[in-house]
C-alpha cells in the first residue's frame, strides 16, 4: 500500500491520500485527544504527540501538526499509523464504522438554536447548491471541508474544517472566493462570516 501526501495552504497541515475510501459520507474533524477516542485511528495519530487536528474527508485524512513541530520527522510516523490502520482493517470508528460518522449538521446555526428563516428557504437552498458544488471540492482538494451555520439577515454563517481551519488564508477565502461567488449567484447575499 502506498500513502500520498500533499501540502495544504495551512502550512500545519499535510493531506494524506491512502488511495481507498476514508469516510462513505460527510467528514469527521477530531480536535483535542478526547474527541479521538471514538476513532482507534484519529487516537493513533495523537498518541504520536506532536498532532493537533485529525480530519477524515471522504478518500483522505489531513493532520494538523502541533507549533514548532518538525513535519521532517512526523511525516514518517504519520504515514506508519495510516499505513498499519489501513493494512490491518481496523474499523474507522469504534462500535464499527457507522459508529461514529458525522455528517454535518447543515440546520445547526449559531442563533441560539433557532432554524434558518422559512421565507429564505430558496435563499438558502440556492447557497447550499452553490457550497455543495462549487465550494466543497475546492475546499477538499486542500484538506478541509466547509460547513454551512446560517442564513441571517444577508449573511452567510461558514465554518471551515480540516485544513482549513486556521489556515493563514482561510480568511481571504471566505471573504474573497466564497463570498464572491455567493454574491454573485445569489444577490440576497452581502456578506459571508466565519462562526
Same mark, same amino acid.
Given at each position: ?36 477516542? +471514538?476513532? %482507534?485511528? =484519529? ?7 506532536? *498532532?493537533?487536528? #485529525?480530519?477524515?474527508? $471522504? ?5 494538523? +501538526?502541533? %507549533?514548532? =513541530? ?7 510516523? *504519520?504515514?506508519? #499509523?495510516?499505513?498499519? $490502520? ?18 454535518? *449538521? ?90
Amino acid at each position: 500500500m502506498y500513502i500520498e501526501t500533499e501540502t495544504t495552504p495551512n502550512p500545519a497541515t499535510l493531506k494524506f491520500l491512502p488511495g481507498r475510501q476514508v469516510m462513505a459520507s460527510g467528514t469527521r474533524e477530531f480536535t483535542s485527544p478526547e474527541a479521538a477516542a +471514538a476513532s %482507534p485511528l =484519529a487516537e493513533a495519530l495523537f498518541d504520536i504527540g506532536e *498532532v493537533t487536528g #485529525v480530519f477524515f474527508g $471522504h478518500d483522505f485524512v489531513s493532520v494538523t +501538526a502541533a %507549533p514548532g =513541530a518538525d513535519w521532517p520527522s512526523l511525516k514518517p510516523q *504519520v504515514v506508519s #499509523v495510516l499505513l498499519d $490502520h489501513f493494512v490491518s482493517g481496523a474499523p474507522l470508528f469504534t462500535g464499527g464504522d457507522a459508529a461514529g460518522i458525522s455528517v454535518p *449538521v447543515e440546520e445547526e446555526d449559531l442563533f441560539e438554536g433557532q432554524a434558518d428563516d422559512p421565507a429564505d428557504a430558496d435563499i438558502v437552498a440556492q447557497i447550499k447548491d452553490l457550497l455543495d458544488t462549487r465550494v466543497r471540492p475546492a475546499v477538499a482538494n486542500d484538506g478541509g471541508d466547509i460547513i454551512y451555520r446560517g442564513f441571517r439577515e444577508g449573511v452567510v454563517f461558514l465554518t471551515m474544517q480540516g485544513a482549513c481551519s486556521g489556515c493563514p488564508s482561510s480568511t481571504a477565502t471566505l471573504k474573497h472566493g466564497i463570498e464572491g461567488l455567493l454574491k454573485h449567484y445569489v444577490p440576497e447575499v452581502t456578506e459571508v462570516r466565519a462562526a
